[in-house]
């Protein structure tokens, strides 16, 4: 299955108080243009979809209108916000757009959404989870979550996987190994940091919060 791996878009982003948004309207055009060409069985956006938990109404409108070309040309959407999006807005109308063929990360409150998808070789399970952090895991599950890395491990120790399956999972953090480039908030001292191996069941990682494509560990 061929799927299209996209993140941090940072709909409405502002350089040198210079609008991004035409920018990024040229850019999702040239994604749909792919997703066609190359006949993507789907496409995963892997959190920062916008630039602020409360983003500008023309960075809305432009996600709107990706989403409906996406929707119109039968292409399913697998999204999960990071840290620079509202859980909360991501969200909304998440039950309603799934209809469509548009899966939305949830709000976290320790359940993963699942989607089963299905092609010559077998089932494929595509997990969502949003960006996490140690307070609401240890709030959730009243576990000991001192760090990002123990957070995620309790957060993805909660997902169920078949072996005999292909799982995907989608999610945001920094990962240990990655390459960091200068546009990326980085915590004192790598505090977000998480281990590869943290993800180690599952067959395909969808990661996000790093700024360029890139391979980590296997």
């Known amino acids: 299955m061929k799927l299209i791996h996209l993140s941090d878009l940072h709909i409405g982003k502002r350089v040198n108080e210079f609008s991004m948004l035409e920018d990024q309207r040229y850019i999702l055009k040239q994604i749909l243009a792919i997703t066609e060409q190359e006949q993507a069985g789907g496409v995963v956006i892997a959190g920062d979809i916008y630039d602020k938990p409360v983003p500008p109404a023309e960075a809305v409108q432009v996600f709107d209108g990706f989403l409906t070309r996406l929707a119109e040309r ?48 077998g089932e494929v399970v595509v997990h969502l989870l949003p960006f996490v952090k140690p307070a609401a895991v240890r709030h959730i599950f009243e576990e000991e979550a001192g760090s990002y890395q123990e957070a995620v491990e309790i957060a993805v120790g909660h997902i169920q996987t078949d072996p005999d399956k292909r799982n995907v999972l989608v999610a945001h ?30 067959d395909y990682v969808a990661l996000g919060h790093i700024h360029s494509p890139q391979h980590v560990g296997r």
């Open 74 to 121: 039968g292409v399913p959407v697998f999204a999960v916000s990071g840290n620079h999006d509202s859980p909360e807005r991501v969200a909304f109308g998440a039950r309603l757009m799934r209809g469509q063929g548009v899966y939305l990360s949830p709000v976290y409150d320790g359940n993963v959404a699942e989607i089963f998808l299905e092609d010559e070789y």
């Open 173 to 202: 953090q920094f990962v240990t190994g990655a390459s960091r480039c200068g546009s990326e908030e980085i915590l004192v001292g790598g505090l977000d940091n998480v281990d590869v191996s943290v993800f180690r069941r599952f």
